[in-house]
């Protein structure tokens, strides 16, 4: 299984709202990572984790919170988002973080957001 | 990490090959060049790479100068399922496995 799922795949909320993206992979790695994409724009690093701690925080706002409740599973949980948000968020797995030739990172689909 | 530039279109005939140039003329002697392409509304694909020698797998073929200043990737024979934005990205090997995308190539395959 060479799969990173998301959930769910479309997402429309308020800015009182309260929701969470749910990440899954199943292919034993030890590092997950929280991409952001604007539209016509490349990725961008928000999170890394590694061994379910965070390792990398890029200045990301606190109404993003993200969680790693097991190897396999990466949440990030979202409050009091902005129209500005609106975007593309993918997640993204790899075998480890540390002196690795190769360490391709895999990408799940991603998860539309829409901020009302 | 070394910045890439790359440029933001090109056009290929169906079933030539493709040639999508990078440079990263800022990069140091550890650090990678690797090849992401994202199809329309998908994740971001892994497609190759390379340190100093040229690689090729099953997907494409990269060449990187001697001076490892700019890298090219290959499509040996473009279908209209390559059509995507091609990520050139440069990362350190012990930086904590951290992607600075750059702002890509739009590669439009035409029939």
């Known amino acids: 299984d060479t799969e990173v799922t998301q959930t769910p795949k479309h997402l429309v909320m308020g800015m009182t709202n309260k929701k969470s993206l749910k990440c899954e992979q199943h292919m034993g790695h030890r590092a997950m990572y929280w991409y952001k994409q604007k539209a016509k724009k490349p990725p961008e690093l928000m999170f890394v984790?590694?061994?379910?701690?965070?390792?990398i925080n890029e200045s990301v706002p606190s109404r993003f919170s993200p969680e790693c409740p097991n190897s396999s599973l990466l949440n990030l949980h979202l409050h009091a988002l902005q129209p500005e948000d609106s975007a593309l968020y993918l997640c993204a797995s790899s075998q480890g973080l540390l002196a690795a030739i190769y360490n391709e990172q895999f990408f799940g689909p991603g998860t539309r957001l829409t901020v009302l | 990490d070394a910045k890439t530039t790359q440029p933001p279109s090109m056009d290929c005939a169906e079933g030539r090959a493709a040639n999508l140039p990078c440079n990263h003329s800022?990069?140091?002697?550890?650090?990678?060049v690797y090849w992401y392409r994202q199809i329309h509304s998908q994740g971001p694909q892994y497609i190759i790479h390379?340190?100093?020698n040229n690689e090729t797998n099953e997907m494409a073929s990269l060449i990187i100068t001697e001076d490892r200043k700019s890298s090219t990737l290959i499509l040996p024979h473009a279908t209209l399922r390559d059509t995507a934005v091609y990520y050139c990205i440069v990362r350190v090997s012990y930086n904590f496995n951290k992607f600075y995308f750059g702002s890509g190539t739009k590669l439009n395959v035409k029939p």
């Open positions: 390379g340190l100093k």
């Open positions: 800022t990069i140091s002697g550890n650090e990678y």
């Open positions: 984790y590694s061994y379910e701690k965070l390792s």
